[in-house]
T-cell receptor, first 113, second 114 residues
Framework: QKEVEQNSGPLSVPEGAIASLNCTYS??????FFWYRQYSGKSPELIMS????GDKEDGRFTAQLNKASQYVSLLIRDSQPSDSATYLC?????????????FGKGTKLSVKP | DGGITQSPKYLFRKEGQNVTLSCEQN?????MYWYRQDPGQGLRLIYY???????QKGDIAEGYSVSREKKESFPLTVTSAQKNPTAFYLC?????????????FGNGTRLTVT
């Protein structure tokens, strides 16, 4: 059973701090990794994708991938109350052309003013 | 504006009734998906379709059916055989089903069956 594991939280950080969200996955052949943000009662929204080892930065967001450790993380710098949401990690589960994703259960982030 | 439209936003049904959830996209995406989300749970794949007139079962297809007669449309029917139909249903699409193709989600339909 291929799995994606996330700490469910809640993770609470003060405004302006760095929030660090972590995700591990079990399928060694996974190629694609995505972070989605989901506000309460809303649908997931893609915020980052990463495909190769290392860091990828987009504004206040940095995704980090370590395939050897089967670990992907999301850092949010200068956290804002509007970042309070559930963050879903998604991993390509088949390693091939079918491309459907396996989602973790999400980490709930709370940014306190 | 391109996007994925799910309707209705909220749906209430009595137990034993079939119900169809609508999903339409104007992104010209080849692949479409249906996911179910329960409180505190990750998204679970119900069905997906890579091309018109073809679809594949996901991890939890029992009690559901789909059709893909047009590229733009991928309706989901929740049948009376689905034991726990109350959930948040999410339709998604992607340009293709390749490994690097992220999903774009509609706004979801919240189904309550009593």
């Amino acid at each position: 059973q291929k799995e994606v594991e996330q700490n469910s939280g809640p993770l609470s950080v003060p405004e302006g701090a760095i929030a660090s969200l972590n995700c591990t996955y079990s399928d060694r052949v996974s190629q694609s990794f995505f972070w989605y943000r989901q506000y309460s009662g809303k649908s997931p929204e893609l915020i980052m994708s990463i495909y190769s080892n290392g860091d990828k930065e987009d504004g206040r967001f940095t995704a980090q991938l370590n395939k050897a450790s089967q670990y992907v993380s999301l850092l949010i710098r200068d956290s804002q109350p509007s970042d309070s949401a559930t963050y879903l990690c998604a991993v390509n589960g088949r390693g091939g052309s079918q491309g459907n994703l396996i989602f973790g259960k999400g980490t709930k982030l709370s940014v306190k003013p | 504006d391109g996007g994925i439209t799910q309707s209705p936003k909220y749906l209430f049904r009595k137990e034993g009734q079939n119900v169809t959830l609508s999903c339409e996209q104007n992104l010209n995406h080849d692949a479409m998906y249906w996911y179910r989300q329960d409180p505190g749970q990750g998204l679970r794949l119900i069905y997906y379709s890579q091309i018109v007139n073809d679809f594949q079962k996901g991890d939890i297809a029992e009690g559901y059916s789909v059709s893909r007669e047009k590229k733009e449309s991928f309706p989901l029917t929740v049948t009376s055989a689905q034991k726990n139909p109350t959930a948040f249903y999410l339709c998604a699409s992607s340009p293709r089903t390749g490994a690097n193709s992220p999903l774009h989600f509609g706004n979801g339909t919240r189904l309550t069956v009593t």
